[in-house]
């Protein structure tokens, strides 16, 4: 219920900034507003630390913890509470305005369609995608890793261990001397640059999602052009249900990819026995024409760069049966992050 509703608040806000035009900055590219971005970001992170380490050095300066009055740490706790809402509100409407940029600037190639919208608000706010309903039996949570949430534990508490540290290894550096009072300083420019390096990280993601949606379109888009053999169909299905599979999380692109297949061509998917398995897959990779290897060879290429994260030893597996080396997944990877 609560993610539902953030991503609503999110698509509410996107869709403003798109129909608000003087949000396009149509005098900067894409890129420099990523920049202007990421500048923000840190202007952020930094000020609103500022704002509640110099509130906490006014009210408390060198006095001992213990010895501070309740009504100071609640009013202490109030203002940094308040502080941190205002802080995430601010980085999310940045990501929110760059996102509306990024669609408008997708759009002039071709429409996106609204479905999007959600998908692209989960990655600014950093949201999981939802676990649907399993379509056609596929499981994408199957090969996910056994450290995933002990990962994602890791990065959420990363920034409050490294302020932390920073200030434990600045105490020791600077000692007894009066220059301690200011150690706390230090956590503004490590909160600027955290915030900076996750807007980047979410920035990319969007980017990287909007690029997937296009270029899924595109292979759409061909299908209805052209006269597919059954053989050739089949192992396009099966190339998108071992990507879903091989991915470790649901990907909201290739689900849309492989209903798209199954109502070009109805039964391509749903007919088809162990639509997963990567050997039935590879085994009917070999029975097709030497064009037609080629195009499942590039597409399947292509659908393994919508992870911006390290490859499975089963994914590069799958490459390596496919004769596609690191130099072409490079390139692929490259071109999903463009549009």
Known sequence: MIQKSLETWGVYYIDNYINNKQFYFPAFSPEKITKIALWLSFLVGFLATLITVSFDLILIADQPLLSVSPSVLALIAVVNVLVIVLEFWLLFHIGFIVTARYIHEAEQQQSLGIDIRRTLVRAVLELDEPAPERSFGLNPYRKRSRH????????????????????????????????RTYVPFISTL?????????????????????????YILDVISA??????SQDYVTSLARTVAVRIELFGNYNANLDYLLNQIESLYSGSVSNQDKLFETSLFLEGYTKLSAIEQKNISQIACRLMALKRGLLSKEEKEVLKKLNIDDSKFTIQRHAMMSY
């Open 148 to 179: 995933y949430w002990l990962l994602v534990a890791l990065y959420k508490v990363k920034v409050l261990f490294s302020n932390i540290l920073a200030k434990v290894l600045l105490r020791k550096i600077v000692g007894r001397t009066s220059a």
């Open 223 to 228: 299908l209805k052009q052209s006269d597919p």
């Open 190 to 214: 490590i909160t600027g640059f955290w915030d900076a390096w996750v807007q980047a990280s979410v920035l990319k993601e969007v980017r990287l999602r909007i690029s997937a949606k296009l």
